[in-house]
Every structure is written in structure tokens, then in C-alpha cells.
């Protein structure tokens, strides 16, 4: 707290007022999306190489996400996806008073997983380009 600061104004202390500070959301979530996307990749290239092919793939992919995400909310948010992830701060949520359930960490918990399309699509190309350098002319 800086001591010769002004004081805070009506805008800092209304309650709609957003209590996230950007450049740090825009770190977390390029973190977050380099991470998706690395996880995404390397289940795809795993996938692959192993041969696997239909669901057993797609299934790969999801166990990779979701291991991914909770390894990420237990050491790098220390268990607290509210503090951390900006989509859990957003205002389109059920129930009353924008809350449903344990308030919007649903959304922060999706977020966290990263199963979205571009990382689906960079499993998907690690997935079919390491199976058919490794399996089509067996």
C-alpha cells in the first residue's frame, strides 16, 4: 500500500468494480493457454506414437486435460481457481446474485482445463501426423 497514493475514489469501492488486476490476468491466462496447448500437443503426439485410434484417443486427450488442470490447481493455485483464473470472475452465471452453487468456479475450473478448440485441433495434428509417420507402412 502506497502511503502518499490519493484516496480511493467512489469508483475503486463500488461493488461492481473489478477486483482483478490486468496485467496479471493477461500473465495467467497466456500461461494458461501455453500449458492447454503444450498438454494438448504432447497427449496427441502420446496417442500417436502408442496407435491408438477412435475413442481410446480422444479419451487420452481427455485424461491428459483433466490431469493437467489439477495438477495446475493444486501447485500453481494453490487450490483457489477464484484467485487465479479471470473466467471465474465472469458475470454470466445462474442463480441469484450472479452466484450458482459454489459461485462461477465452474468457469475457472473449465478454463483451467484448457479443452477448448485450439487445443483440441493441436492434439488432433500432433495426434494424425505421429501415428502416420510411425504406423502407416507397418
Known amino acids: ?4 497514493a490519493p484516496p480511493p475514489t467512489g469508483a475503486h469501492l463500488a461493488p461492481e ?7 496479471s490476468v ?6 494458461l493457454s501455453s500449458l492447454g496447448t ?16 477412435n475413442l481410446y484417443g480422444f479419451a487420452l486427450y481427455l485424461i491428459s486435460s483433466i490431469f493437467t488442470s489439477i495438477i495446475l490447481l493444486l501447485f500453481k493455485c ?9 473466467q471465474s470472475h465472469s458475470n454470466l452465471s ?5 452466484t ?3 459461485g462461477k468456479k465452474w468457469k475457472g475450473y473449465w ?5 477448448g478448440q485450439e487445443n483440441l485441433l493441436g492434439f488432433l495434428l500432433f495426434w494424425i501426423g505421429s501415428f502416420a509417420l510411425i504406423h502407416v507402412y507397418d
Open 111 to 115: 478454463a483451467l482445463s484448457g479443452i
Open 26 to 31: 493477461i500473465h495467467n491466462t497466456r500461461i
Open 94 to 98: 445462474n442463480g441469484e446474485n450472479g
Open 38 to 53: 503444450y498438454s494438448a500437443c504432447f497427449s496427441g503426439l502420446i496417442a500417436g506414437l502408442l496407435g491408438l485410434t
Open 78 to 86: 494453490n487450490g483457489d481457481v477464484i484467485k487465479y483464473v479471470a
Open 17 to 23: 468494480a473489478s477486483p482483478l488486476h490486468p496485467p
Open 100 to 102: 450458482f452453487g459454489n
Open 1 to 4: 500500500m502506497n502511503p502518499t
